[in-house]
């Protein structure tokens, strides 16, 4: 009887084992979101758009990129000394 019920429990483990590893690979770019414009398009007129940047200009977006990468979110230009 021990016996058996081992060998239950393992044949259950080693099904469990290689179900897991049928995982399908979940990428962004095979079928799933598809951006069909470019990012600096924008999303048309909204109150959180960034002064200094128009919508459709690469070259501002960059710029405002940039800009914000500079002085937002790098933590040693904002320390004060």
């Known amino acids: 009887m021990s016996q058996r019920f081992t060998l239950s ?4 483990a080693l099904t469990l084992g290689l179900a897991a590893c049928g ?3 979940q990428e962004m770019n095979g079928a799933g979101v598809k951006q069909d414009a470019v990012p600096y398009s924008g999303v ?3 109150q959180y758009v960034q002064s200094g940047w128009s919508t459709g200009d690469k070259a501002s977006w960059e710029q405002q990129l940039k800009a914000r990468a500079q002085y937002g979110q ?3 230009t904002r320390m004060s000394k």
């Open 74 to 76: 790098n933590d040693y």
């Open 9 to 12: 429990i393992a044949a259950a």
């Open 23 to 25: 995982d399908q690979p």
């Open 44 to 46: 048309g007129k909204s």
